[in-house]
């Protein structure tokens, strides 16, 4: 079923329609039921329809289900388990992101450090040897090595932690989302964007 909302809503919308509860996680998993993993079509669709919405309009998530399905499952149960599940996505880009900052502070002091040697000993060398192409060559070799140390931390600092900080936000937006279950008396069973 695709998603009516559209950009003024109030809730971002996230539909799906499954024959069975068990479409939703992962049947390989020996978790408890609550702590059970989504399935990886069933999260990839709910992440990409997420990523649609604004980052201040709430989400919801609501699962059509046949009625005699419906009838077994308890509603608290899905929800609680759906959220759980993002919440663990959460926490474990969160960790990811610590690292990634951690990973990063000890290769720029370890970049500034050899930055810093080179940038000497290409001064060094410059002032011991004659004026010269090798001594220039030597020189330049020495400025671009230093160089080439803080690319790490400088591609970390500057382009690799925001895509990690937003997953971790819309996991975190997932884990509060509301989740629904409603009675689908259609005659089409198949979910969309979450065939198991």
């Given at each position: 079923?695709?998603?009516?909302?559209?950009?003024?809503?109030?809730?971002?919308?996230?539909?799906?329609?499954?024959r069975?509860?068990?479409?939703?996680?992962?049947?390989?998993?020996?978790?408890?039921?609550?702590?059970?993993?989504?399935?990886?079509?069933?999260?990839?669709?709910?992440?990409?329809?997420?990523?649609?919405f604004?980052?201040?309009?709430?989400?919801?998530?609501?699962?059509?289900?046949?009625?005699?399905?419906?009838?077994?499952?308890?509603?608290?149960?899905?929800?609680?388990?759906?959220?759980?599940?993002?919440?663990?996505?959460?926490?474990?880009?969160?960790?990811?992101?610590?690292?990634?900052?951690?990973?990063?502070?000890?290769?720029?002091?370890?970049?500034?450090?050899?930055?810093?040697?080179?940038?000497?000993?290409?001064?060094?060398?410059?002032?011991?040897?004659?004026?010269?192409?090798?001594?220039?060559?030597?020189?330049?070799?020495?400025?671009i090595?230093?160089?080439?140390?803080?690319?790490?931390?400088?591609?970390?600092?500057?382009?690799?932690?925001?895509?990690?900080?937003?997953?971790?936000?819309?996991?975190?937006?997932?884990?509060?989302?509301?989740?629904?279950?409603?009675?689908?008396?259609?005659?089409?069973?198949i979910?969309?964007?979450?065939?198991?």
């Open positions: 079923m695709r998603n009516r909302s559209t950009e003024g809503a109030q809730v971002g919308r996230i539909e799906m329609k499954l069975k509860v068990s479409q939703l996680f992962d049947t390989l998993d020996p978790s408890p039921f609550r702590e059970t993993d989504l399935a990886l079509q069933a999260e990839e669709y709910i992440v990409d329809r997420a990523l649609e604004s980052d201040r309009v709430p989400i919801e998530i609501v699962i059509y289900l046949p009625p005699d399905e419906l009838r077994k499952t308890h509603v608290s149960d899905i929800a609680a388990a759906v959220r759980y599940y993002f919440g663990l996505r959460s926490q474990a880009v969160s960790r990811e992101l610590s690292e990634l900052f951690k990973t990063g502070r000890l290769s720029l002091v370890v970049g500034m450090v050899i930055l810093f040697i080179c940038l000497l000993l290409g001064w060094v060398f410059a002032q011991r040897m004659t004026e010269g192409p090798f001594s220039r060559v030597l020189s330049e070799s020495f400025l090595l230093g160089w080439v140390a803080i690319w790490k931390p400088s591609e970390i600092f500057l382009y690799a932690w925001p895509p990690v900080a937003a997953r971790r936000k819309l996991f975190d937006r997932l884990s509060r989302a509301a989740v629904l279950l409603d009675e689908d008396d259609t005659v089409s069973p979910a969309e964007g979450a065939n198991g």
